[in-house]
């Protein structure tokens, strides 16, 4: 089982950019495919982008053009980067990881961890 945990978080001014961290504990990382994610407040928590073992992206329209979902098996991390970021884009981001890509797209989880919030300004 892969354990993981997100950093890379903060206050931004819209147009901005950061890159957020998910790093991953176990043996099998480079097995699995790894998904962002991210909850406003008030609405439901909805997938950002996910990369496969294969290193198959796949990107929610929001995104599209602004952040790149990247993964380095040798250190057990999978990056997101964001740029132009956008208001709308603040939420608290999580990752996580299975070796299933429809329980990465459908978010079919568990458990989750403390995520790390992003905060866009206008």
């Known amino acids: 089982q892969v354990h993981v945990v997100e950093s890379g978080g903060g206050l931004v001014q819209a147009g901005e950019s950061l890159r957020l961290s998910c790093a991953a504990s176990g043996s099998t990382f480079s097995a699995n495919a790894i998904g962002w994610y991210r909850q406003a407040p008030g609405k439901q928590r909805e997938l950002v982008a996910f990369?496969?073992?294969?290193?198959?992206?796949h990107y929610a329209d929001s995104v599209v053009g602004r952040f790149t979902i990247s993964r380095d098996n040798a250190k057990n991390t999978v990056y997101l980067q964001m740029n132009t970021l956008k208001p709308e884009d603040t939420a608290v981001y999580y990752c996580?990881?299975?070796?299933?890509?429809?329980?990465?797209?459908?978010?079919?989880?568990?458990?989750w961890g403390p995520g790390t919030q992003v905060t866009v300004s206008s």
């Open positions: 990369i496969s073992s294969g290193g198959t992206t």
């Open positions: 996580n990881a299975d070796p299933l890509i429809a329980t990465v797209f459908y978010a079919d989880f568990g458990s």
